[in-house]
Each structure stands twice: as structure tokens, then as C-alpha cells.
């Protein structure tokens, strides 16, 4: 495959867009239309042709300024490759370099910042590291190591997995007793625990960041990608938590918890039920989405996932990159 017979062509499409998303090894709800529109964002669909081939897309979103930003709450939104059933591993490797380098060239060419997160199922950043190798006063991709923890649903066995996690979260689990676990709609609910929740913790939540949170949770619901949960104890609720899901796993998405509620064990009560859910929903996999913060971290890795290294990549034509 060579570069000059690729092209970059943008699609409207988007019952196309969304089979592509999920045909891909990379594609996850992040890149599908209805999450990208429940940003109310503008955001631009690309695809890689070749032959008239449709081999890879790109999702982009943008800023008022027109240049490519990540926006909160958008995990694994860059390269997404299709499969090739007739191609070799090792031309499959070559190919992806290829593409991936055509792409850097054409988005360095039409923007002067792009920052991305990679799906941790990308694998060769080398077109990212070598772009503009030796080249003196040239910019240069900014990568940025960063962490998720996956549960693996296939292997999990609901009758012993109790025993698979910390043990804090089993003597959690005992002292929330039968507290009672259901679906909720209630998005006011959910907005007002979320806030104090951050408010607790000394962190403001703007109405901005506060209006995105209730936008993405009312889409996912409303669409069916997605699911609020919450935990109520006697003396009201004390924690509620949005997945959202596509055909391949659960995301762990939004979590709100009332700390005066806390030694009820109401968070550990409702992930459980999450995860259980997510089994039942015959997925693969379980993404806690991120484990970067060391509170947050820590409790989801104690739910016996795997730590998994990922990448975000920043770029800026002055030569002065955001980590």
C-alpha cells in the first residue's frame, strides 16, 4: 500500500460511520455519532480510502478555533482501523504504519494543534515518534503514557468472583447487607450528588463541565448505550454510576457518591451490581476507564482488573506541546 493511494475523505454518513466504529478492533461508544452528539461539540468524521476502500476512519473534534482538542470524558477517539481478512500479521503492521503516517502528514498539514487519545488496541506509535525525526527546530508529537484497568467478563464466574477481589471490598460488601440496587432516571438526582460529590472534595464543577456530564448521561440513557444505577440506603442514596456500553464491553463513566454515606458500603454495593450486569450483558470486557488519580485508581484496580497502558499524543505547530 503506498501513501499516494490514499486519500482522506470526510463523511456525513452516519449509519456508515457507526458500522465502520464497530468493525473496528479500536472502535468503542466514544466514537460512535450519538456520544459524539451528545457533546454538542463540532466534530469532524473521517475516513482513509484506498481504491475506493473504506481501511480506517478518524473522529476529530474541534475547538472554536478549528483546532483538534480532546474533550472531557472522551477516551480512546483517534485511529480506527478496519479489518482485512486477506491480510498477513506482517502486512497488516505494515499497512497500519502507512496509514497512520499518511494521516500525521495530512493533519499536520490542516491543523496547527491536535491532541488525541489513542484506544489502548492501537500498537505502533513509531509514525507518531518519528515525525519530523532529525529534523532540526521541527515540532514533534508529545506522547503521554496513561493507565485504564480492564475486568475480563468472559473468564469471571458470578459465583466465586467475590473471592477474586481486595479484601476491603468484601467486607464492604457485607456491611452494605441487602441495600437495594435499581435503575434511575433521574437526572437532577444524579447532577446534584455529582456536584457536591467534587464540591466535598474542594473541586468545582462549572455549570459548563456540569451541562456535558447531564448531556452524555441523558444520551446514553435515552439511546440505550447506557445505564445509571443507584444505591439507596435508609437514609436516602448513597451512590449512583453511569455505564455506558457498546457490543464489545461496559465503561465505567460518571460515579457520584454521598461521603456522609460513605461506611455504608453503598459504592462498592453498586459496582458490583455493575459488573454483574455487564456479565449478564454477554460483554468481553469491563473498561474502568482510567486509573490516573490515586484515590480513584486504587479503588478500581481493587475489583481484580488488569492494568492497561494506553497513550495520549499532543501537537503543535509553534513547537510547544501540552503534556
Known amino acids: 500500500m503506498k501513501a499516494s493511494a490514499l486519500q482522506?475523505?470526510?463523511?456525513?454518513?452516519?449509519?456508515?460511520?457507526d458500522a465502520w466504529v464497530e468493525q473496528s478492533p479500536q472502535g468503542t461508544v466514544f466514537c460512535k455519532s450519538t456520544f459524539l452528539q451528545s457533546l454538542n461539540a463540532r466534530f469532524r468524521l473521517y475516513t482513509v480510502v484506498a481504491n475506493t476502500q473504506v481501511i480506517a476512519v478518524l473522529p476529530l473534534l474541534e475547538d472554536d478555533a478549528g483546532q483538534v482538542v480532546r474533550y472531557p470524558f472522551t477516551p480512546y477517539q483517534g485511529i480506527l482501523f478496519l479489518p482485512r481478512t486477506s491480510t498477513s500479521p506482517h502486512r497488516r503492521v505494515v499497512d497500519e504504519f502507512r496509514i497512520t503516517e499518511f494521516l500525521i502528514n495530512e493533519l499536520t498539514a490542516r491543523y496547527q494543534r491536535i491532541d488525541l487519545a489513542l484506544s489502548w488496541q492501537f500498537a505502533d506509535l513509531r509514525p507518531f515518534l518519528w515525525h519530523n525525526h532529525g529534523v532540526a527546530d521541527a515540532p514533534h508529537f508529545v506522547v503521554q503514557p496513561r493507565y485504564t484497568a480492564l475486568l475480563d467478563l468472559r473468564?469471571?464466574?458470578?459465583?466465586?468472583?467475590?473471592?477474586?477481589?481486595?479484601a476491603c471490598r468484601r467486607q464492604e460488601l457485607r456491611k452494605a447487607g441487602k441495600l437495594q440496587v435499581s435503575e434511575h432516571a433521574d437526572l437532577d438526582a444524579f447532577s446534584l450528588l455529582y456536584a457536591s460529590t467534587f464540591s466535598?472534595?474542594?473541586?468545582?464543577?462549572?455549570?459548563?463541565?456540569?451541562?456535558?456530564?447531564?448531556?452524555?448521561?441523558n444520551s446514553a440513557i435515552r439511546n440505550g448505550y447506557g445505564r445509571l444505577s443507584a444505591c439507596t440506603t435508609a437514609d436516602g442514596v448513597g451512590a449512583m454510576n453511569l455505564f455506558v456500553y457498546d457490543s464489545k464491553r461496559a465503561y465505567y463513566l460518571f460515579a457520584a457518591n454521598d461521603p456522609a454515606l460513605r461506611n455504608t458500603g453503598a459504592s462498592t454495593r453498586l459496582m458490583f451490581d455493575s459488573i454483574l450486569e455487564a456479565k449478564q450483558r454477554g460483554l468481553d470486557e469491563l473498561d474502568f476507564v482510567g486509573v490516573n488519580s490515586p484515590a480513584r485508581g486504587d479503588f478500581k484496580l481493587s475489583f481484580n482488573a488488569r492494568l492497561q497502558l494506553y497513550f495520549e499524543l499532543c501537537y503543535a505547530a509553534n513547537g510547544i506541546s501540552a503534556p
Not at 482522506?8 to 460511520?17: H, N, P
Not at 473468564?155 to 481486595?166: E, K, N
Not at 466535598?200 to 448521561?217: E, H, K, P, T
Request: no cysteine.
Open 8 to 17: 482522506l475523505v470526510e463523511t456525513a454518513d452516519l449509519a456508515a460511520w
Open 155 to 166: 473468564s469471571l464466574d458470578a459465583s466465586s468472583y467475590l473471592q477474586s477481589v481486595r
Open 200 to 217: 466535598r472534595q474542594g473541586i468545582n464543577v462549572d455549570a459548563q463541565r456540569l451541562q456535558l456530564v447531564r448531556s452524555i448521561a
